[in-house]
């Protein structure tokens, strides 16, 4: 199975930072790569898939790039609604899946 | 408008079985794969089963694969989980997820979950 690995796992940030998630698969996935936002007591919401692509409706302020085994994760000018857990995925391969999160937190 | 709303979530006793079904509206149901996606209390996302938008493909995951099954009625726009010889780490929110055409496609809806709890 393809292991995900998400750094780092707690991020502290002021509104207006901009911040960076990291994902790194165990084996290449080309760009098969999605990333969710999950706030609590919601279900997850897709935010960016095809390691680059925005989700229809997904504010522009946050961009995916990276190929094969290292992705990421820029939200660029922290807004108080974006303090949530994001989950990288892989679908390249079955069983597909999740890094473990980050959670981003108000500073 | 998109909704998918997940049923049959109930406490139930380890060694037990359980059947969860999902129901689905505003979008042709028989064109997409669907995902069952489950939450642990107080953790992270695991993918646990995918079916193709014929059933002719199934898949999942490592931790309940010959104890769960996948299975959806194209003509009542649902999806369905059987689990059974549950375990106390079975205990989770179970979502359904709608994936696209395509298995590589991510899950771009999902439901609000329903509560699994596997206990004595």
């Known amino acids: 199975d393809i292991q995900l690995t998400q750094s780092p796992p707690f991020l502290s940030a002021s509104v207006g930072d901009r911040v960076t998630i990291t994902c790194r698969a165990s084996?290449?996935?080309?760009?098969?790569l999605a990333w969710y936002q999950q706030k609590p007591g919601k279900a997850p919401k897709l935010l960016i898939y095809a390691a680059s692509t925005l989700q229809s409706g997904v504010p522009s302020r946050f961009s995916g790039s990276g190929s094969g085994t290292e992705f990421t994760l820029t939200i660029g000018s922290l807004q108080p609604e974006d303090f949530a857990t994001y989950y990288c995925?892989?679908?390249?391969?079955?069983?597909?899946?999740f890094g473990q999160g980050t959670k981003l937190e108000i500073k | 408008e998109v909704q998918l709303v997940e049923s049959g979530g109930v406490v139930v006793q380890p060694g037990g079985s359980l059947r969860l079904s999902c129901a689905a509206s505003?979008?042709?149901?028989?064109?997409?794969?669907m995902h069952w996606v489950r939450q642990a209390p107080g953790k992270g996302l695991e993918w646990v089963s995918l079916?193709?938008?014929?059933?002719?493909?199934?898949y999942y995951g490592d931790s309940v694969k010959g104890r769960f099954t996948i299975s959806r009625d194209n003509s009542k726009n649902s999806l369905y989980l059987q689990m059974n010889s549950l375990r106390a780490e079975d205990t989770a929110l179970y979502y359904c997820?709608?994936?696209?055409?395509?298995?590589?496609?991510?899950?771009?809806?999902w439901g609000q979950g329903t509560l699994v709890t596997v206990s004595s």
């Open positions: 505003g979008f042709t149901f028989d064109d997409y794969t």
């Open positions: 995925q892989q679908l390249n391969s079955y069983p597909c899946t």
């Open positions: 079916i193709s938008w014929d059933a002719g493909t199934t």
């Open positions: 997820a709608k994936g696209g055409v395509l298995t590589v496609d991510p899950f771009d809806y």
């Open positions: 084996q290449g996935i080309s760009s098969y």
